[in-house]
């Protein structure tokens, strides 16, 4: 199968299991593929610009990242879909509810780390993503919070691809001007 086709199964699975939870990207009213499609997007350019760079595998999970955390997918299900490596990147990519909120990211990064470095490169494409205006609702506290997270999330994951460090970095530079106000 070639990457196109990977891409259009995964992002029609992941699609229709947002939607049942009307799940719109947050502060918007675009649907939650816009964010998926987002991050797979920043994967496919990260893979022009990588070396020893699994590109099917990386999309897949790309699209599905927020399947498990978000609605009512199982991991069952995704292994039988997609295959156990793609369901167990998933996973390390999915939050521990029953954790306290302030180790859940922590925990997950741990998780991720010893995951192949596509999934580090999913993790880092999200945060790209997701460093954009922020929800006018966001006082500066919080603001300033998702800055910090973005930087442990750029620490904790440094070697795991170069080409979306750097863009990364580049993203929470640029999020200042959004402190300021
Ligand atoms: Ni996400």
Redesign the pocket.
Known sequence: MQTQSYYQKAIKFAALKHVEQNQLVPGTKLPYVV?LSN?AMEILIAAQNSTDFDVDFAVQVALL??TLEDTTTTLEELSEAFGPTIAEGVLALTKNGDLPKSEQMGDSLNRIRKQQKEIWAVKLA?RI??LQIPPQHWDTAKKIAYQKEAILILEELKGGNAFLENRLRLKIAEYEKYLQT
């Open positions: 964010h991050v990242h927020d999200d993503t997701n």
